[in-house]
T-cell receptor, first 108, second 113 residues
């Protein structure tokens, strides 16, 4: 089977840096994606890592280590609007399997 | 222009009733999905269609029946609703099987009383 584990909740203050971890167990591996979901909203795509290393997109970066079956999403210069749930996901040929989700709360 | 649109956004109904949720995408994508998000926010794949053909059925009860009249539409009909069906149902589409980005609809919150 396939599973992706994330911490259930992370808290931080505005302006800080926070890291959301994801460890996965998959029968095949085709990359790790990250999605953001605000309360009452739809999941939206943030980033994708196919290879080891860091991918940077503005304030958000995503890291992958295939040998460790581990990745993380790094959020810098946190803003209140970053309060949301974050999901890692792995694509299977026909579907996307999502992690357990991490709720990020940003405080002023 | 909304890329993936679902209707209705909210559904409140009694146990035992039948209800449908409709989904349309204007992205020209080949693959469409239904996901269920429970109260703990866990996102679980239910069905996937590629060009109107069912390719995934993730051990969903027979009371759930998807229908894809064309590759831009994927509807979900639920018979004999149960309390445990209460959830948010998300429609999503992907450019092609194997592509990495899913585009989700806004979700349909189903409450069964």
């Amino acid at each position: 089977g396939q599973s992706l584990e994330q911490p259930s909740e992370v808290t931080a203050v505005e302006g800080a840096i926070v890291q959301i971890n994801c460890t996965y167990q998959t029968s095949g591996f085709y990359g790790l994606s990250w999605y953001q979901q605000h309360d009452g909203g739809a999941p939206t795509f943030l980033s994708y890592n196919a290879l080891d290393g860091l991918e940077e997109t503005g304030r958000f970066s995503s890291f992958l280590s295939r040998s460790d079956s581990y990745g993380y999403l790094l959020l810098q210069e946190l803003q209140m609007k970053d309060s949301a749930s974050y999901f890692c996901a792995v694509p299977n040929t026909d579907k996307l399997i999502f992690g357990t989700g991490t709720r990020l709360q940003v405080f002023p | 222009d909304t890329a993936v649109s679902q209707t209705p956004k909210y559904l409140v109904t009694q146990m035992g009733n039948d209800k449908s949720i409709k989904c349309e995408q204007n992205l020209g994508h080949d693959t469409m999905y239904w996901y269920k998000q429970d109260s703990k926010k866990f996102l679980k794949i239910m069905f996937s269609y590629n060009n109107k053909e069912l390719i995934i059925n993730e051990t969903v009860p027979n009371r759930f029946s998807p229908k894809s009249p064309d590759k831009a539409h994927l509807n979900l009909h639920i018979n004999s609703l149960e309390l445990g069906d209460s959830a948010v149902y998300f429609c999503a589409s992907r450019h092609r099987v194997g592509a990495n980005v899913l585009t989700f609809g806004a979700g349909s919150r189903l409450t069964v009383l």
